[in-house]
């Protein structure tokens, strides 16, 4: 189920900057400038949804950290851990210019084989789905919405 967020609404909070002939921008998360790319843009533009509509208190959000999968070594956009410390959600960005389709729902599944998050989330920035996940009965349910996280377990 397609979930309709205006990711443009926090365009005014992205810092850029530009040092030569390069553009950077300030990762909130990791605290440096980054080479500005499309998909950067679209991480920092979740990053402040999911902190300022959905209450993801930042000290929770790690991004761009590495993950082993299948003994290869990957790298996760954005993870977010509960109040127990415990991986929850997984976010997995992409260009706006990159569709959303299974080809991205496996790699972000395969990224879930190690890390067992019961919530993906994938977007490019105008098309996100968020999805939650019942490991015991290997199944999964598309959300109307992302949510809050307060109610994520």
Known sequence: MLINIDLLKYQSKLDIEYKKAEKYIFGIIRKKYLVLTPEEIVRQLILHYLMEE????????????EVEVNTMSRRYDILVFNKALEPVLLVECKSAKVKV?????????????????????????????????????????????????????
Request: hydrophobic share 30%; proline share 6%; net charge positive.
């Open 54 to 65: 959905k209450g993801y208190p930042k000290s929770r959000i790690r991004a761009e950290k």
């Open 101 to 153: 389709d299974d080809k991205v729902f496996h790699q972000i599944a395969q990224y879930n084989m190690t890390l067992k998050v019961p919530y993906l989330l994938v977007t490019n920035g105008p098309v996100t789905y968020c999805s939650v996940i019942n490991q015991e009965e290997k199944t999964f349910e598309f959300l109307k919405e992302i949510p809050h996280y307060d109610l994520i377990k």
